[in-house]
């Protein structure tokens, strides 16, 4: 069992920054991936980035890429997503994920956290 919580939430300008943070417990933290979700509201959830259990491989999605940024640090049990240049269209609730591939696909991840808001203003 993996518990994720992530934090780091908020209301920003255009083309301002966040960075959230995702906070492992219980299984070896290092023996998964970990990804980053995203819903908006009305709209399926959706992948942001993942990154391989060394930190080793990412992948991003079109959307992101350029703009964030997706590490983590096995020595905190965390993964961070840097997120710069946001646009109003990355408005939506963010998740992280464990899994044990690197995967893009939701159905992929065994374990979740409860998701922090990210508000982009106009």
């Known amino acids: 069992q993996v518990q994720l919580v992530e934090s780091g939430g908020g209301l920003v300008q255009a083309g301002g920054s966040l960075r959230l943070s995702c906070a492992a417990s219980?299984?070896?933290?290092?023996?998964?991936?970990m990804g980053w979700f995203r819903q908006a509201p009305g709209k399926e959830r959706e992948f942001v980035a993942v990154?391989?259990?060394?930190?080793?491989?990412?992948v991003y999605a079109d959307s992101v890429k350029g703009r964030f940024t997706i590490s983590r640090d096995n020595a905190k049990n965390t993964v961070y997503l840097q997120m710069n240049s946001l646009k109003p269209e990355d408005t939506a609730v963010y998740y992280c994920?464990?899994?044990?591939?690197?995967?893009?696909?939701?159905?992929?991840?065994?374990?979740w956290g409860q998701g922090t808001q990210v508000t982009v203003s106009s």
């Open positions: 990154i391989s259990w060394s930190g080793g491989s990412t």
């Open positions: 994920a464990a899994s044990t591939i690197i995967a893009v696909a939701v159905y992929d991840y065994d374990y």
């Open positions: 219980g299984r070896t933290f290092s023996s998964y991936a």
